[in-house]
């Protein structure tokens, strides 16, 4: 068994990252308590959770290794109008005050609320 490389990711990949791919994740996670309540159990629903969240995010390293993840077109243009936009935004954020910054985490965070409203999936 040959181990994959992975590297840090890079600012455009790490907005997909945070305001695309996380909130599909979760949208998943919530569709899965649809079906399977029992994973909602305290200690359960954590273990659940923690286990999803290092999954996806091993994923997601592997998925940029050989996607380019900032070429993805969505089919609604509403969707990708929102993306361009808050990706743009938070790309001079960060780049004029860092990644870390209190302005960066308030714009990730509206953009992250944006995105979720475009995630759907049919569970019933």
């Known amino acids: ?3 994959s490389v992975s590297r840090p990711l890079t600012v455009a990949e790490q ?3 945070d305001i695309i791919w996380n909130p599909l994740i979760m949208a998943g996670e919530t569709a899965q308590l649809t ?3 029992i994973l909602n159990a305290p200690v359960l629903g954590d273990i659940d959770k923690g286990v999803i969240s290092v999954v996806s995010d091993y994923l997601f390293s592997q998925l940029v290794l050989f996607v380019d993840v900032t070429a993805i077109k969505f089919i609604d243009p509403a969707h990708q109008s929102a993306y361009d936009s808050a990706s743009e935004a938070l790309k ?3 780049q004029e005050k860092g990644i870390t910054s209190a302005e960066f985490l308030a714009a990730q965070a509206a953009a992250i609320k944006a995105m979720q409203s475009f995630v ?4 019933a």
Request: charge should be negative.
């Open 15 to 17: 907005i997909f990252h």
């Open 92 to 94: 001079i954020i960060a």
């Open 120 to 123: 759907h999936l049919n569970v």
């Open 1 to 3: 068994m040959s181990e």
């Open 35 to 37: 079906w399977a309540p």
